[in-house]
């Protein structure tokens, strides 16, 4: 019956994510979490903590990133291996019950209603910092379809937004328990009351500061080019994109990731060169190849130059095999080489003064890794991606999600141009302005409006800082308090 019980509330825990935020959920979901966990660590089970939370853990992952099988079945000589998938989900939720064993361990004396949230935040960050290739689980996405809620991002960043939601969550267990009520509703105040009117005052602006200064046109192009379709030639995709640029008046014209269908072995690209008008810039996404080594780049082409980034932050087992003799089977999805790491700066420069930052595919979900000194200034952020690879229904929409809370916490608008979508203009806030569907071919235009706009970066440094602080004060006066 526990068991039935762990694995139901991590089935339940995955609702809360898109595509579904059914966010009512969470009020029932982490009080039940907080009582569990209360009558284990009474009991003084660590083994049955461990246990119960591997069978939560792997109840969430299996549900929530149930979309990882489907790279195995793009081509029909790894379909047999979709299983591999599975490892991955174990390994995730047996570092998510190791944490909470710890956790639980260390802080036996600090207040279930703290600890639940710290134990999920502290996940988070583990697995999107030490674990490569996994900021994709971060609480923050449940309220990512909230355009009201979305302003928490832009002040508190992620990780600590992350806490507050599942600390809200938690609200419950205190009035159901009754225990030292008055008591931590005071110390609730300091991870809760007091940042939100902090946050409220530092968003309250009288005066309109983000005076829109520039302009630029743009179309964006969602081709819907499926991978694995030999039917589509390298010609056919090639005259597909020369015919779209050519009936094109947008000043700047973007197509998804690796949309050019030739190896680049040089930048001259005469062919696309010559179809621009004066004055426009494409952006494109091809494979890069030079010295040996091949790279998924970002092209930005004007009819006299040519610049580029290559992605910096790569997908394993997607755009290299580590251990690649042991897991040779996967070439199929990989390829036979892996592609290397870029080393160019996050920054390329437009006409008129217009600076953005290039993102490809999911680098847009390493949120400490694209802003810095260099480019915290730029206009906008461009993120290119092909999402064929994620399926039809979870990935995609966890993948667009995360580009929203990506632009609130930025405070930068967001072009997002994907493959076969969902393609969209994002602004600052994290709002959806215009978007495509899901495995259509569509395209659209848009003027984008440039602002200045003010980062708060360095704050979610400050309020990490802050929220440890009040977090070891509190485990420090229980400790005192229970020797």
């Known amino acids: 019956m526990i068991t039935l019980i762990y694995l139901s509330l991590g089935l339940l825990t995955s609702l809360l994510f898109p595509p579904y935020f059914f966010l009512p959920l969470g009020f029932i979901i982490f009080p039940f979490l907080c009582l569990l966990l209360d009558l284990n660590r009474k009991n003084n089970i660590n083994l049955n903590i461990f246990k119960n ?12 990133l149930f979309w990882v099988k489907n790279p195995f079945f793009v081509f029909e000589e790894t379909k047999n291996f979709y299983l591999v998938f599975l490892l991955l989900i174990i390994l ?31 996940t988070e960050y583990i697995i999107s910092v030490i674990f490569y290739g996994f900021p994709w689980f971060t609480f923050s996405l449940v309220i990512s379809s909230n355009e009201y809620l979305l302003f928490s991002l832009k002040s508190f960043g992620t990780l600590i937004s992350s806490y507050l939601i599942i600390q809200i969550f938690c609200l419950p267990f205190i009035f159901i328990t009754k225990v030292n009520l008055n008591k931590e509703m005071r110390y609730l105040s300091f991870f809760i009351v007091f940042p939100i009117i902090f946050l409220l005052i530092l968003n309250f602006n009288p005066k309109n500061n983000n005076l829109k200064n520039k302009t630029i046109d743009l179309e964006i192009f969602q081709l819907n080019f499926k991978n694995n379709d030999k039917s589509l030639t390298p010609e056919k995709k090639l005259n597909t994109i020369i015919n779209n640029i050519q009936k094109s008046s947008a000043d700047l014209l973007i197509f998804g990731e690796n949309n050019f269908p030739y190896l680049l072995d040089d930048l001259d690209l005469k062919i696309l060169k010559d179809s621009l008008k004066e004055n426009q810039v494409l952006i494109i996404g091809a494979t890069r190849f030079e010295n040996n080594k091949y790279y998924n780049s970002l092209i930005s082409i004007t009819s006299s130059k040519v610049n580029y980034f290559d992605k910096k932050i790569l997908v394993p087992f997607g755009e290299f095999l580590p251990l690649r003799n042991s897991f040779n089977f996967l070439e199929k999805i990989v390829g036979p080489n892996n592609f290397s790491n870029g080393n160019k700066q996050r920054l390329i420069n437009l006409p008129n003064n217009i600076s953005f930052i290039p993102v490809i595919c999911y680098e847009i979900v390493f949120y400490w890794k694209l802003l810095n000194k260099l480019n915290y200034n730029s206009n906008f952020i461009i993120n290119i991606t092909n999402d064929f690879w994620f399926g039809k229904y979870i990935g995609p929409y966890q993948h667009f999600y995360l580009t929203k809370i990506r632009a609130a916490e930025f405070n930068k608008p967001i072009i997002r141009v994907s493959n076969n979508g969902i393609s969209a203009v994002i602004d600052n806030k994290g709002s959806i302005i215009k978007n495509t569907k899901l495995n259509n071919s569509e395209k659209f235009k848009y003027k984008l409006y440039l602002q200045e706009n003010i980062n708060f970066v360095n704050l979610h440094l400050i309020l990490k800082i802050y929220f440890l602080i009040i977090f070891l004060l509190i485990t420090f006066y229980y400790l005192r308090k229970n020797v």
């Open 53 to 64: 939370f591997s069978l939560f853990g792997f109840g969430f992952f299996i549900s929530y």
């Open 92 to 122: 995730l939720s047996l570092i998510l019950s190791l944490i909470f064993t710890i956790i639980s361990k260390l802080g036996k004396n600090i207040p279930i209603f703290f600890l639940i949230p710290f134990m999920f935040t502290i």
